[in-house]
Structures are given as structure tokens and as C-alpha cells.
Antibody
Framework: QVTLKESGPGILQPSQTLSLTCTFS??????????VGWIRQPSGKGLEWLAN???????YYNPSLKNRLTISKDTSNNQAFLKITNVDTADTATYYC??????????????WGQGASVTVSS | DIQMTQSPASLSASLGETVSIECLAS??????LAWYQQKSGKSPQLLIY???RLQDGVPSRFSGSGSGTRYSLKISGMQPEDEADYFC?????????FGSGTKLEIK
């Protein structure tokens, strides 16, 4: 059974760095073709893809967040991480991590975590 | 970036009714299109991938079709548990992009 769970600070102030952790089970990020993605959703709004990291440590970022994002992984502890620097109120959202599975030639986000709510407020 | 234009933004359907939701990509995405269902307060769940492949465990009343730039999700026989938000998403090119969503309610 595949499970993912996001954790984060809950509340932080503008200009701080947001650090999120995705702890997962039921798969390994060292397996060929496997990946983890981060997606966020402001309350009542749509979904925005943020970043992906792959089994081979390849990384992709949403350029709309410019250089504020850093994605990483700890394969031995089944965790993936996302950092967002210099947050402001527009970063207030629920943050999801999702497993990405290779069903070649497609890559599919087939399992999602429950989400971590993050509020940026002074 | 590939823009995903999803329609309608909302719709209501009677139980047993067949409903369709559409996504139009700003360029061809070679069937690299997924549909997700998100119930209130929950995380998105994968319904369809590769435009028409049903994810394991998803009821067969859900189906996907399309090609090129036009894709659709059909629910054949609306059920109470289908009341949710639905999103399309392309994985053809980075950055990955989602449609704006469709809110489906029971009439």
C-alpha cells in the first residue's frame, strides 16, 4: 500500500523559508522511473505544480516561482523535501506531495498525500 | 507554458445522468493527459491517465477520450459520490499544468 504524508510548519511569517517534508511508504525513490512531485492549492482555488524529483536525482521546477524552490530527497529514509524561500501571503495554500509512476511512455501522479496547510501571515 | 482550458467551470446533474467535462490544450499534448477527482476537503485522486486509461479501482462509469489538443471526461450515470471537483492535467511538457477545474454537483 502506497502512502504519502506531508508535514510543515503550519504558520510562518513573510520573508521566511518554508520547509516541507513528504514521508512515504510502499515504494522507493531509488526505483527506476519513480518520482515525487509537489503541488499546491490555495483555499478554494486550483492546483499548481511546483517541482518534481526523480529516482536518478533529476529535478524540475516551475519557472513561475523563479529561483525560490529547492527539491531534494533522502532515499534511505523514504522522504522528499521542498523548500520555498522568501515566502509571502500568496504562498498560503495546502501543499501536496504525490508519487509519480512510470507507465511508459507516461508518468502518472497516481498517489497523493493528505496535504499540509501552510499560512503565511505577519 | 501549455495552457489547459477546462469547461464548464461548474455543472449540476441529476442522478443517472451522463455528464462531460472538456479540456483544451494550447498545443498538442499527445494524449499525455490525466483527470483527477477531488472531493471536498480531500486530496485529488487519479481517475484517468494517458487520456483514456482507467486507473485501477476507478468505476467503469468514468471514461476519457480525445487526442491532439481536445480531451474529455465522461461520467455515464451520475452517482451521489461523484459530486466533486474535477481537474485535467498535462504532463507532456514542463511546467506541468492543470485545468482550472469543474465543480460537479447533484441537481
Amino acid at each position: 500500500q502506497v502512502t504519502l504524508k506531508e508535514s510543515g510548519p503550519g504558520i510562518l511569517q513573510p520573508s521566511q523559508t518554508l520547509s516541507l517534508t513528504c514521508t512515504f511508504s510502499g515504494f522507493s525513490l531509488s526505483t527506476y522511473g519513480m518520482g515525487v512531485g509537489w503541488i499546491r492549492q490555495p483555499s478554494g482555488k486550483g492546483l499548481e505544480w511546483l517541482a518534481n524529483i526523480w529516482w536518478d536525482d533529476d529535478k524540475y521546477y516551475n519557472p513561475s516561482l523563479k529561483n525560490r524552490l529547492t527539491i531534494s530527497k533522502d532515499t534511505s529514509n523514504n522522504q522528499a523535501f521542498l523548500k520555498i524561500t522568501n515566502v509571502d501571503t500568496a504562498d498560503t495554500a495546502t501543499y501536496y506531495c504525490a508519487r509519480i509512476t512510470a507507465i511508459l511512455p507516461y508518468y502518472v501522479m497516481d498517489a497523493w498525500g493528505q496535504g499540509a496547510s501552510v499560512t503565511v501571515s505577519s | 507554458d501549455i495552457q489547459m482550458t477546462q469547461s464548464p467551470a461548474s455543472l449540476s446533474a441529476s442522478l443517472g445522468e451522463t455528464v462531460s467535462i472538456e479540456c483544451l490544450a494550447s498545443e498538442g499534448i499527445s494524449n499525455d493527459l490525466a483527470w483527477y477527482q477531488q472531493k471536498s476537503g480531500k486530496s485529488p485522486q487519479l481517475l484517468i491517465y494517458a487520456a483514456s486509461r482507467l486507473q485501477d479501482g476507478v468505476p467503469s462509469r468514468f471514461s476519457g477520450s480525445g487526442s491532439g489538443t481536445r480531451y474529455s471526461l465522461k461520467i455515464s450515470g451520475m452517482q451521489p459520490e461523484d459530486e466533486a471537483d474535477y481537474f485535467c492535467q498535462q504532463s507532456y511538457k514542463y511546467p506541468l499544468t492543470f485545468g482550472s477545474g469543474t465543480k460537479l454537483e447533484i441537481k
